[in-house]
């Protein structure tokens, strides 16, 4: 979707790097314990990977690398190694919309939701003036599922892709979708089978985080909960929902 930017490796003051809302493709923002995790690495190798810094007239903002940028803040380094490219703010949105699609912490689905919601009222979904496009594509028209796919580094699969336009209203050219007469062989709710097992894990990701936040009789009793709803899955049956619990710990599962 975006050029690579011509970057020039240079060592920047931390406190000349600024961060903006809009450039943070993390639903939740600043994870605390990324940032622990990060802190340690950076304890072990004295310095972490260089983040990536658009360069918007004189300012300096980071486009990838919040954590790292925020383990320096805390921990007092004064400089921080970096990339810096010359960007327009549209330029430094586009490439900030895909940090950490493809290295870094893993997105969440809702990580994913928000950065192809950002892409379609972006309007990058549609074909634009010097973009290189297919020859039968013509500038304002619907790209491909597989073009779009490739333009959010694949953090959807095209068949999702396909899902999620139809969602939305918007029907995708079948003479472009299937240029072949090619028709999906799977039925279309079958198509985001991947993308609820990956929801499914970060679910999971969500509780081990919790239970670590909790003291031990409560963490004892989110376990038990736990169990019970392995057991009554194993055995074919739809777990109860649990509203809340005995001790001070309030659940939703």
Not at 27 to 40: C, E, P, S, W
Not at 59 to 64: G, I, P, Q, R
Not at 150 to 177: F, P, Q
Not at 220 to 225: D, H, K, R, S
């Amino acid at each position: 979707m975006t050029k690579e930017p011509r970057w020039k490796s240079q060592e920047l003051e931390t406190a000349d790097v600024r961060q903006k809302p809009e450039f943070q493709n993390r639903v939740k923002g600043i994870d605390g314990k990324h940032v622990q995790t990060l802190t340690r690495q950076l304890e072990k190798d004295g310095r972490l990977a260089p983040i990536e810094v658009a360069k918007i007239g004189k300012a300096l903002y980071v486009v990838e690398g919040f954590h790292r940028l925020e383990v320096y803040k805390a921990t007092g380094r004064k400089t921080i190694d970096a990339k810096v490219a010359q960007m327009t703010l549209s330029e430094a949105k586009d490439w900030a919309l895909l940090a950490n699609t493809t290295h870094g912490k893993n997105l969440s689905q809702a990580d994913k939701a928000s950065i192809f919601q950002r892409y379609i009222v972006a309007g990058r979904h549609v074909w634009s003036e010097g973009e290189t496009m297919p020859v039968t594509a013509l500038a304002g028209t619907l790209k491909s599922s597989r073009a779009i796919s490739a333009d959010i580094n694949g953090i959807y699969s095209h068949e999702t892709v396909r899902t999620k336009l139809k969602a939305r209203g918007l029907d995708l050219d079948v003479t472009v979708e299937f240029p072949g007469g090619y028709k999906p062989r799977q039925p279309e709710e079958d198509m985001l089978v991947s993308e609820i097992r990956h929801e499914a894990i970060d679910s999971l990701w969500d509780f081990e985080r919790h239970y670590q936040s909790l003291e031990m009789e409560d963490q004892q009793e989110l376990l038990g909960i736990a169990r019970g709803i392995i057991q009554n899955l194993e055995d074919g049956k739809k777990p109860n929902r649990v509203t809340e619990c005995t001790g001070r710990i309030g659940l939703d599962i």
